[in-house]
């Protein structure tokens, strides 16, 4: 198998100048999008939260990661990591499919009242410094932002998935590459893909995530390219806030990640509801007090 992909490379190299180069690297680029593609879908699919039971899996997936796990947020006596903007937000998860398991989850915070705000707005507007950009300029219809992405231990074994920031979708570029798929992070990049299938199909206009910095330079791995709108601060570590839209998205993501990504979209489709409507469930027992973290 080596020996077959040192001749491809020489091949490659040889050739890359020419038509037939051409259109042998236009061969490789959609042979790798079938296998990107194919692969996720064989062992992974995208799952909207349109539940209480699946809701709950949500919040106990984030209870291990953000409360146990990273210490961001104090352990619930009920095992479930909750806050204030969960009643307005869609939550999605990837499900592992031989073992029917929960692999992470991602939520996307949609306000639709005038009066309910973005995390970004409420706890780190002051670090926006791009104000054509700033959310308040939008229609609260048209925003949304994406947080609090978990990845549970059990689903991060692997050697090179044992390393700082995993738990929250970061990749390792030193350990992963288009050319070593059996090594890359499927699920984070899936749960990423599936939050913004969710902001594509319901035709939100602007998306804002707070996040480090080697998160955003990451995501750019797999053509991920988020705009940053202002300075590093120090909110639960150094985070700057981060802008994307359907354009930034479409126009930079990889032909190796397009096909995955239209694959999600079509899968989160199906789940989406015609129109917009949240739980009205009480998201915590009467006296316990909301987790005021937002990431």
Request: charged share 25%.
């Amino acid at each position: 198998m080596a020996n077959r992909q040192t001749i491809m490379n020489n091949l490659t190299r040889r050739v890359s100048k020419s038509k037939l180069g051409k259109l042998f690297k236009g061969y490789q680029q959609l042979r790798e999008a079938n296998y990107i593609s194919s692969h996720f879908g064989s062992y992974l699919t995208p799952v909207m939260a349109d539940s209480h039971e699946l809701r709950d899996s949500v919040f106990k997936i984030r209870h291990k990661v953000y409360c146990e796990e990273l210490k961001f947020e104090p352990v619930a006596p009920n095992g479930l990591e909750i806050d204030e903007f969960d009643h307005f937000s869609r939550h999605c998860l990837i499900r592992h499919l031989n073992s029917n398991a929960l692999a992470g989850t991602v939520r996307i915070v949609r306000p639709q009242r005038d009066h309910e705000q973005l995390p970004i707005e409420k706890y780190c507007l002051n670090s926006i410094t791009r104000q054509d950009l700033n959310p308040s300029n939008f229609a609260r219809q048209d925003i949304c932002e994406i947080s609090r992405l978990a990845v549970p231990a059990e689903f991060r074994r692997r050697q090179m998935d044992r390393f700082a920031g995993a738990a929250t979708g970061v990749i390792n570029q030193q350990a992963y590459s288009e050319t070593e798929m059996r090594c890359f992070p499927f699920i984070a990049v899936g749960l990423y893909f599936a939050a913004a299938a969710t902001g594509i199909e319901s035709n939100i206009a602007h998306a804002f995530v707070m996040m480090e910095p080697r998160l955003a330079r990451s995501m750019s791995f797999v053509g991920i390219k988020f705009e940053q709108i202002g300075p590093v601060v120090d909110y639960h570590g150094k985070r700057a806030p981060y802008y994307i839209n359907r354009e930034l998205l479409m126009n930079n993501i990889k032909p190796g990640f397009a096909l995955m990504l239209d694959s999600i979209r079509q899968d989160i489709r199906h789940q989406l509801p015609a129109t917009e409507t949240f739980f009205d469930q009480e998201l915590k027992p009467l006296g316990e007090p909301l987790n005021r973290m937002a990431l």
